[in-house]
């Protein structure tokens, strides 16, 4: 799962926070916690935990916490994400030219709001909304790494190869193929947030494979699980 840590903890319901010079880790009371990009600003609703909702204008990386009886939304000035327990990133600025949601893990729910059209996104899809329309696209990549988040680590226990090479095509936004005797091989342990190839580099390494890249994609082959 994507690890969010760094600098700030917060747990103040109804004021706004605004991160004017540097990147905010954002802790809220019901165990989620956000990334808040320089720049950007969120007011956590006064009732908050018992109603999850987020007001955000700008750029914000959200891990959310499950929890199936009680919704957590974040209203932007254009779009509205509600989600039961996810990663996800969501870039929403009144005087910005699209406004989108990337999804990471899990699954949410993204309107517009101002057509109320509605669409689900599965990991590895963002949902855009163009300044010139009322609707909502769906694309298929997930451009997270051009917003340069500078904190998120990544950390896995006993979690399927297979499953862990999907969390970091989603954030990087880059295919990678391993071989079917290493999907279901188990792997633990923090990866800092590094380039793509040093990542996979590191994972080859643990299981005695090789690394190899085309133009559209990463190859890990041969090796075998522990």
Same mark, same amino acid.
Request: negative net charge; charged residues 25%; glycine residues 6%.
């Given at each position: 799962?994507?690890?969010?840590?760094?600098?700030?903890?917060?747990?103040?319901?109804?004021?706004?926070?605004?991160? =004017?010079?540097?990147?905010?880790? *954002? $802790? !809220?009371?019901? @165990?989620?916690?956000?990334?808040? /990009?320089?720049? &950007?600003?969120?007011?956590?609703?006064?009732?908050?935990?018992?109603?999850?909702?987020?007001?955000?204008?700008?750029?914000?990386?959200?891990?959310?916490?499950?929890?199936?009886?009680?919704?957590?939304?974040?209203?932007?000035?254009?779009?509205?994400?509600?989600?039961?327990?996810t990663t996800f990133l969501m870039?929403?600025?009144? =005087?910005?030219?699209?406004?989108? *949601? $990337? !999804?990471?893990? @899990?699954?949410?729910?993204?309107? /517009?709001?101002? &057509?109320?059209?509605?669409?689900?996104?599965?990991?590895?899809?963002?949902?855009?909304?163009?300044?010139?329309?009322?609707?909502?696209?769906?694309?298929?990549?997930?451009?997270?790494?051009?917003?340069?988040?500078?904190?998120?680590?990544?950390?896995?226990?006993?979690?399927?190869?297979?499953?862990?090479?999907?969390?970091?095509?989603?954030?990087?936004?880059?295919?990678?193929?391993?071989?079917?005797?290493?999907?279901?091989?188990?792997?633990?342990?923090?990866?800092?947030?590094?380039?793509?190839?040093?990542?996979?580099?590191?994972?080859?390494?643990?299981?005695?494979?090789?690394?190899?890249?085309?133009?559209?994609?990463?190859?890990?082959?041969?090796?075998?699980?522990?």
């Open positions: 799962a994507l690890v969010l840590s760094w600098i700030f903890l917060f747990n103040t319901k109804g004021d706004l926070i605004h991160a =004017d010079t540097d990147q905010f880790l *954002v $802790q !809220l009371e019901d @165990g989620s916690q956000l990334i808040l /990009s320089k720049g &950007s600003e969120i007011r956590i609703d006064a009732e908050f935990p018992a109603k999850r909702t987020i007001y955000l204008e700008g750029s914000a990386l959200f891990e959310v916490t499950h929890d199936s009886n009680n919704p957590f939304t974040v209203n932007g000035p254009n779009l509205t994400t509600e989600v039961l327990g870039d929403d600025t009144p =005087d910005k030219n699209d406004a989108e *949601v $990337q !999804l990471i893990e @899990g699954q949410v729910s993204v309107r /517009s709001v101002t &057509s109320k059209q509605k669409i689900i996104l599965n990991p590895g899809e963002r949902a855009v909304k163009r300044k010139d329309t009322e609707l909502i696209t769906k694309e298929s990549k997930l451009l997270l790494k051009e917003f340069r988040w500078n904190y998120p680590s990544f950390s896995f226990k006993d979690q399927p190869l297979s499953e862990v090479c999907n969390e970091l095509q989603n954030y990087f936004g880059e295919n990678i193929s391993i071989p079917p005797a290493l999907n279901k091989c188990l792997f633990s342990g923090p990866i800092a947030n590094n380039s793509l190839d040093t990542i996979l580099n590191s994972i080859a390494l643990v299981f005695g494979a090789e690394l190899s890249k085309t133009s559209d994609k990463y190859i890990l082959s041969g090796g075998a699980c522990n």
